[in-house]
């Protein structure tokens, strides 16, 4: 199970727009798919943190239910994924209104936005060597 389909209702007893028609009867996640939604909050605090001071409001999810972008802000998307923790699925979430497609990215660019930050600040690092430029012998 991918938190990305469960937490849009990518099953056939699922509203597209707004997450689980029915709470009762939903199998507890396992710990694989507990540890993945773990890594996933993880990550978004990560890109929330790097993301959010440019203007970035949240994560864009293409629902394969409805063939429509989800826009979800920071918050609601951590809700999300703590409910799924919690409870296996997600809740019933009304869509922001409007939203500015601009103010959003999707999880894979923000995942790259990340790497090109960790990548920066690692060659920017020093490594404590007399007279280094902070390069990798692997960058040799």
């Known amino acids: ?51 959010e001071p440019t203007g970035v409001k949240g994560i864009v999810v293409d629902c394969p239910d409805c063939d429509e972008e989800h826009h979800v802000d920071w918050a609601l998307m951590q809700a999300n994924l ?6 296996g699925q997600t809740g019933r979430h009304e869509p922001p209104f409007d939203p500015d497609p601009d103010d959003y990215v999707s999880w894979d660019y923000a995942s790259g936005y990340a790497d090109g930050v960790a990548a920066l600040a690692e060659r920017e690092e020093p490594s404590g060597r007399h007279g280094s430029t902070g390069r990798h012998a692997r960058d040799d």
């Not at 993880?42 to 993301?51: C, I, N, Y």
């Not at 703590?82 to 409870?87: A, C, H, K, T």
């Open 82 to 87: 703590r409910q799924l923790l919690d409870e």
């Open 1 to 51: 199970m991918d938190a990305w389909d469960d937490a849009f209702g990518a099953s056939p007893d699922r509203d597209p727009d707004f997450g689980p028609d029915d709470r009762s009867g939903q199998p507890p996640l396992t710990m694989e798919e507990r540890a993945g939604v773990l890594d996933d909050l993880a990550e978004l605090e990560v890109f929330r943190t790097l993301l």
